[in-house]
C-alpha cells in the first residue's frame, strides 16, 4: 500500500524486479513529479495569495505555476488585463514611463510587471496554479499522492523505460498512466461546473 514517498519507492521497485535500479528509483519519481506540474491543473492545486503592489515589479511566490486571476483590492476592485511584454513597452512609448492605479500586467521570470507604475501602495490579490509539494523524505506525502497513488506509480514506471528498453510493460503502464491523468481531470472538470465552487487557501508572500 502506497502512503508515502518511502512506500512509493517500494511499490516501484516490486514492480520492475530489478535489484540494480533502487539508486535510480527516486530520479524516476522525479521525473514523474515534473511532469505532473508541467500538465495537470486541477482545484486542489489553485493557491491565493495577496502582497503589497508598491514598485513596477513584485516577485511571484515561490510555488507559482499558472496565473489564474489578478486583481486590486481597490475600490473599486480593479481585475488587471494581461498584455505582453511587448504590449507593455508599447504602452510606455506611447504614454511614458507614467505613474497610477495599475490596469495591466505582464510575467517577466519570476516577477509580475504592472503598468502604469503603482503612484502608492496597492494590495494585489491573485489566484494561481501552485507546484504540487515535492517528495523528499521518506515520510513526504501530498495531496497527489494520498488521492491517486497509481498516477505516481505509472508515471514513474514509464519514466523507467530508458533502463528496461524493450519492456512491453511499458505500453500497459504508459496507458494507465494517462488513463488516470484523464480520469482525474474529468473529475476535476466534474466539480468545476457541477455548482461546487473551489475552496482556495490564502496566503501572503513578497
Do not use: C
Request: proline content about 5%.
Amino acid at each position: 500500500m502506497i502512503t508515502d514517498y518511502g512506500t512509493l519507492k517500494t511499490e516501484i521497485a516490486d514492480f520492475l524486479l530489478r535489484d540494480d535500479l533502487t539508486a535510480v528509483i527516486p530520479t524516476f519519481v522525479s521525473f514523474a513529479h515534473e511532469k505532473l506540474n508541467r500538465d495537470m491543473r486541477t482545484r486542489q492545486m489553485v493557491q491565493r495569495a495577496t502582497a503589497s503592489l508598491t514598485t513596477e515589479y513584485t516577485a511571484l511566490p515561490g510555488d507559482f505555476l499558472q496565473m489564474r486571476d489578478i486583481r486590486l483590492n481597490s475600490n473599486p476592485v480593479r481585475s488587471l488585463e494581461y498584455i505582453s511584454s511587448e504590449g507593455q513597452n508599447q504602452e510606455r512609448e506611447f504614454y511614458g514611463n507614467t505613474s497610477g492605479e495599475p490596469r495591466y500586467y505582464t510575467i517577466i521570470g519570476e516577477t509580475i510587471q504592472v503598468f502604469p507604475s503603482p503612484d502608492t501602495t496597492y494590495t494585489m490579490e491573485l489566484a494561481y496554479y501552485e507546484k504540487i509539494p515535492a517528495l523528499v523524505n521518506p515520510t513526504d506525502t501530498n495531496w497527489l499522492l494520498t488521492k491517486a497513488p497509481d498516477i505516481y506509480l505509472y508515471g514513474s514506471l514509464v519514466h523507467s523505460a530508458p533502463y528496461l528498453k524493450d519492456d512491453e510493460r511499458i505500453v500497459i503502464w504508459q496507458t494507465l498512466f494517462r488513463d488516470i491523468f484523464n480520469s482525474l481531470k474529468t473529475e476535476d472538470e466534474k466539480s468545476r461546473f457541477g455548482g461546487t465552487t473551489p475552496r482556495m487557501r490564502h496566503r501572503s508572500f513578497g
